[in-house]
C-alpha cells in the first residue's frame, strides 16, 4: 500500500477514535449536565482535538522539522479552531435551519470536517520532500 493510502487509513481510525470521544462528550454535557448543544459541542471538539493532535503526529503525517514542538502545535489548533468555526456554522445550519436532530447533524458535519481537517493538516504540516515509507507500527 502507498504512503497516501496508509497516512489515510490512519487518519480514518484515529478520526473514528476522536469522534467516539467529540460525540461523546457532546451527549453527556447537553443530556446529563443540560449545556446546550451548540457550547456542548464546542466543548467536545475542543478535547478531541488534543487527542487526535497527539495521535496524528505520532502516527499519521511525517511533520516538518520547522513545525515540531510548539510551532506545529499552534499550526494544528490554529487549523482545528478553523474546523471548529466550521463545525459550529454547520451544526447550527443543519440542526436549526434543515431542522435535523444535533444527533444526526453531528454525524454529517464530522464527515465534511474531516475531509477539511486531513487536506489542511496535511498541507500545512508535513514535509513536502518524500520520505522512505511508514514502518509498520501496530497500535
Not at 462528550?25 to 443530556?31: A, R, V
Not at 451548540?38 to 487526535?52: A, E, H, R
Not at 505520532?58 to 471548529?84: A, D, P, Q, Y
Amino acid at each position: 500500500m502507498n504512503r497516501l493510502g496508509i497516512q489515510l487509513i490512519r487518519f480514518g481510525l484515529i478520526g473514528v477514535l476522536c469522534f467516539l470521544i467529540d460525540y461523546g462528550i457532546m451527549i453527556l454535557l447537553t443530556e446529563i449536565c443540560q449545556i446546550n448543544y451548540l457550547f456542548s459541542s464546542g466543548i467536545s471538539f475542543c478535547v478531541s482535538v488534543s487527542v487526535n493532535y497527539l495521535l496524528s503526529i505520532r502516527f499519521v503525517f511525517k511533520v516538518k522539522e520547522t513545525k515540531k514542538g510548539t510551532s506545529g502545535f499552534v499550526s494544528f489548533v490554529v487549523l482545528s479552531i478553523t474546523g471548529l468555526l466550521l463545525t459550529e456554522l454547520l451544526m447550527w445550519l443543519i440542526s436549526e435551519k434543515l431542522l435535523i436532530h444535533y444527533t444526526l447533524s453531528k454525524f454529517i458535519v464530522t464527515a465534511i470536517v474531516m475531509v477539511y481537517n486531513f487536506v489542511t493538516k496535511k498541507f500545512f504540516l508535513e514535509s513536502k520532500h518524500k520520505e522512505k515509507p511508514y514502518p509498520r507500527k501496530t497500535f
